[in-house]
């Protein structure tokens, strides 16, 4: 329906990031302290639906006002608030999206006292990256929360969950190996694997192919197996015990009653993840298209699923040879999602162009 060339999409991204721009200092110009930008448009790594990541850091009530969510061109889009406090928290890496505040893009700042503040946080988060002991103590964190899933995958039964569980063990296994080294993935998940294997240096390879093995497995035993035996070889190269606690039972599915709005404001949150993993089957980037398939499994059948959207297989079709499989079934999912949307009578901001998105009410 819409062209697909990524320099169509760049230039309209730019639109964006001006009218952004030109909206905070018209209308939010004492409500918002920064405006920041980071992702595949600062950094390269965008292609034909690319959005823009951005998000603004409140300095009162009346700024969430600018909080944003809309699909443009078939690519959603969300400029989202992230407080000063959880900003911090980022810098303290207490949260793995580091990228948020060390590879940031300062598109509006209100003040200098602002831009001074959010500059001591990138201080802050090199202060730590630079000692030792700090970001050691931040990865035998990290193994805990993934020993807690290992002890979970060990229970798990279905399909969906035994996939969901082995994904989040090995990006928090990844995320551990990062932080040992002092360091993150600058890039995000979309080039863990290849910081994995070619950033940090005397990582084993037993633990290196273990992270593939995970990423590439065809079937619910060896997802399992992989995914127990790549926590081990962490804990062995760290030097951590092997301490996998009792795993809780799998939950019953449920569908609460239907939240129409709340599900359709959702979904324009995470439509770029399906363009993601449409993106990676076109491609044949099978250990992203899983990487992306296990965050948005994880925004429907919890998310999405709270707000009354039914459980959905997205994860129990995937297969690194067989991609298109896993889009198919991706579209269907989001066909059945934005349907129930509609008929429960949710809204969901779509524009078929920048100028119907700009003049909008």
Not at 72 to 94: K, N, T
Not at 192 to 209: A, M, N
Not at 213 to 242: H, I, K, Q, T, W
């Amino acid at each position: 329906m819409y062209p697909k060339t990524i320099e169509y999409r760049r230039a309209l991204n730019t639109k964006i990031i001006d009218w952004i721009r030109r909206t905070v200092e018209t209308q939010y110009p004492q409500d918002v302290s920064l405006v920041v930008l980071y992702g595949s448009h600062v950094n390269g790594t965008d292609h034909h639906l690319s959005d823009v990541d951005c998000y603004f850091i409140p300095a009162n009530e009346r700024a969430y006002e600018f909080a944003q969510g809309f699909i443009l061109e078939g690519v959603g889009y969300d400029v989202f608030p992230i407080s000063w406090e959880r900003a911090g928290g980022i810098a303290d890496l207490q949260e793995t999206l580091t990228p948020l505040i060390g590879e940031a893009q300062i598109l509006y700042a209100r003040s200098d006292e602002d831009l001074r503040h959010f500059h001591a946080l990138q201080q802050r988060l090199q202060a730590h990256l630079a000692d030792e002991s700090y970001c050691r103590g931040i990865a035998r964190g990290t193994m805990q929360k993934a020993a807690t899933l290992c002890g979970d995958l060990m229970k798990a039964e279905t399909s969906g969950r035994i996939r969901a569980l082995a994904g989040w063990i090995a990006m928090w296994v990844a995320d551990a190996v990062a932080s040992w080294h002092q360091d993150y993935y600058h890039f995000g998940l979309k080039r863990q694997h290849q910081d994995l294997t070619t950033r940090f240096p005397g990582v084993p390879s037993e633990l290196l192919r273990g992270y593939e093995a995970v990423m590439l497995a065809e079937s619910d035993e060896d997802f399992r197996e992989n995914a127990l035996a790549l926590y081990r070889a962490a804990c062995a190269y760290f030097g951590f015990p092997e301490e996998i606690p009792e795993g809780d039972e799998e939950p019953t599915p449920a569908t609460p009653a239907l939240q129409a709005q709340a599900l359709a404001e959702h979904y324009e949150e995470i439509s770029s993840t399906f363009n993601k993993i449409y993106v990676c089957c076109e491609t044949g980037n099978a250990v992203l298209a899983y990487i992306s398939a296990v965050c948005l499994d994880y925004a429907l059948n919890v998310e999405a699923n709270e707000l009354g959207f039914p459980p959905c297989q997205l994860l129990e079709v995937y297969n690194p040879r067989d991609l298109p499989q896993l889009a198919a079934r991706a579209r269907e999912i989001e066909t059945a999602l934005t349907d129930l949307i509609a008929s429960g009578g949710g809204i969901l901001h779509q524009y078929d162009s920048f100028e119907a998105f700009a003049a909008r009410a």
